[in-house]
């Protein structure tokens, strides 16, 4: 809802006298007014039981920051600020020189003035637990001059358990003044994010090591890894009992550095549940089989490696290896080795594998989807494994959400061929969340999907963005018996003709069992991809 000036005006009034509201949102909003902002902003020289700004996306600029400075200098007696977003808004260090007259005078850059001063005259009663500053267009200097608060700043240590400051210039200066502060122990801190600021992260990873000893998530994305990061990140790794996800999307981090990252964490047993990305950073074929340890005849610079080394992901649940160029050899080979018998990552449960098909020839192809199959087929399904999956282990792959989105060129999308994929959905019981954007399924995609989903009774979010108005329908028919499934829509390539066939053959039985298929007639047809001529069989048929 977009509100008038005066009516901002009208609202800021009204809650300087109510002491009730704690929390101030004003998100998303790029039409605000330079009056409406200054309007709120004045709100905090009567503050007193205000404790969240969050004024994300919105239009504050420099203006309003100085407006925001001079209330908090004016409300000597305000302490109460907890929660602080500002991200996606024009902070500037133009506004702290700007504002220089009620800073210091032997200093040129003050750094967010009003936080700073807000912070320093706070003292031992301070009591900020988030900042984000993602986008504000702050340079080293700027952020040098606020960590260099935050030294000076002890009380602050106890407090703070949040730190964003993506997509701003940390640069060689900010990031040894920022090490200097994480050094210290910052037993609170839980989250740090570093997205896209040319951190310096030999300096930064050490520091994090020695003082952020409760750190849960850290996210160095698009931050240049070197060799010199790859040791201070192992002992990192090797010290902490906390981590929950770690980001390195983008930073042209090596096969070897990954998989001595996976063998880290393997070792460390106190690292139960961790989460690790690793988008982005042109790992090819070569890294996919290094991380599933596990090479076919299709990739001969490999070799098979044992067992023991073969469970090294132990630890880790979640996976993101999106936008790698794995291409279709890659990401087979990757599938083999989490359904085969000698590897079983029995902790891993996400994985994303978008963007990473291929084509390059028909039998790498045929090979990719049969693997993607025995790979959703192995979570729980004892009857038709054994047919579709050679070397199956007794213990199943627990994946909840499988990710194989396309990409926008045509080489990189498995249009209908990913139906034997769609149609092992109806033997699976444990994967939950699946997409498979960008894939273009095309008519008989369609029917594999409107099959499976008739008997899956997991499968909660099926995110598709691959179908359109004409075959809404048709799913929403299909998923009549399963209220439990919840589909996303978007475009498709799939014409009238093919609604009307697949409604013909999808008449949902008025008692159960709704779809009903012989596990060797199953076999034979996906073996000669012949896929979608699978009927329903006779009622005394068992069910798999």
């Not at 991380?291 to 992901?313: E, N, V």
Request: overall charge positive.
């Amino acid at each position: 809802m977009l509100f008038l000036d005066e009516e901002y005006k009208s609202i800021m009034l009204a809650l300087r006298y109510n002491p009730w509201f704690t929390h101030l949102i004003v998100r998303d909003n790029r039409l605000l007014s330079r009056d409406a902002a200054n309007a709120i902003m004045n709100l905090f020289r009567h503050a007193t039981v205000l404790t969240n700004l969050d004024v994300a996306n919105s239009n504050f600029t420099r203006e309003a920051y100085l407006t925001l400075h001079d209330a908090l200098v004016f409300n000597q007696s305000y302490t109460q600020l907890r929660y602080l977003d500002l991200s996606h808004t024009s902070v500037e260090d133009k506004v702290l020189v700007l504002n220089i007259a009620h800073a210091r005078t032997d200093q040129v850059v003050q750094g967010l003035t009003f936080l700073t001063s807000f912070i320093e005259r706070c003292g031992d009663s301070v009591n900020v637990e988030h900042i984000d500053l993602t986008n504000t267009n702050l340079s080293s200097k700027g952020l040098a001059a606020l960590f260099t608060c935050f030294k000076k700043c002890a009380p602050l240590l106890d407090h703070l358990t949040y730190l964003n400051i993506s997509e701003n210039r940390l640069d060689q200066e900010g990031s040894g003044v920022m090490s200097q502060w994480l050094a210290l122990p910052n037993f609170k801190l839980r989250t740090i994010k570093l997205v896209n600021t040319q951190a310096h992260l030999p300096l930064v990873i050490p520091a994090v090591q020695r003082g952020c000893l409760r750190l849960t998530e850290l996210d160095v994305s698009k931050n240049r890894f070197t060799d010199k990061v790859r040791p201070a990140l192992v002992r990192l790794l090797q010290g902490n009992d906390s981590l929950k996800r770690i980001a390195l999307n983008g930073t042209g981090l090596s096969v070897e550095a990954l998989v001595e990252i996976l063998s880290t964490v393997h070792n460390n047993n106190y690292l139960a549940a961790i989460a690790i990305e690793a988008a982005e950073n042109n790992l090819g074929p070569i890294g996919a089989a290094a991380i599933g340890r596990c090479a076919f005849d299709t990739c001969h610079s490999l070799t098979r490696p044992t067992a023991q080394q073969l469970r090294q992901m132990r630890g880790v649940t979640e996976l993101n290896l999106r936008d790698n160029e794995f291409g279709d050899e890659g990401v087979g080979s990757l599938c083999a080795a989490l359904t085969s018998l000698d590897i079983n990552p029995v902790t891993l449960e996400t994985l994303v594998l978008d963007g990473n098909f291929k084509f390059k020839n028909q039998k790498e192809r045929s090979l990719l989807v049969k693997r993607l199959s025995s790979l959703i087929l192995a979570s729980h399904c004892k009857s038709l494994v054994p047919y579709l999956v050679r070397n199956h282990s007794p213990r199943s792959v627990k994946l909840k959400k499988l990710s194989i989105a396309g990409g926008l060129r045509s080489s990189q999308q498995l249009k209908h061929e990913l139906g034997p994929v769609l149609l092992s959905l109806a033997h699976n019981t444990r994967l939950e969340e699946l997409n498979i954007k960008g894939h273009k399924l095309g008519n008989r995609g369609v029917f594999a999907l409107a099959r499976a989903i008739q008997t899956n009774s997991t499968l909660k979010v099926s995110d598709c963005m691959t179908i359109n108005g004409n075959t809404h329908s048709l799913l929403e028919h299909s998923m009549g018996r399963q209220h439990t499934h919840q589909s996303e829509f978007g475009k498709n390539y799939c014409r009238t003709q093919g609604q009307r066939q697949c409604q013909g053959k999808l008449r949902l039985p008025t008692t159960p069992p709704n779809f009903l298929i012989r596990k060797e007639q199953c076999h034979q047809l996906i073996s000669r991809n012949l896929w979608w001529q699978i009927r329903q069989p006779a009622r005394t048929s068992r069910r798999c």
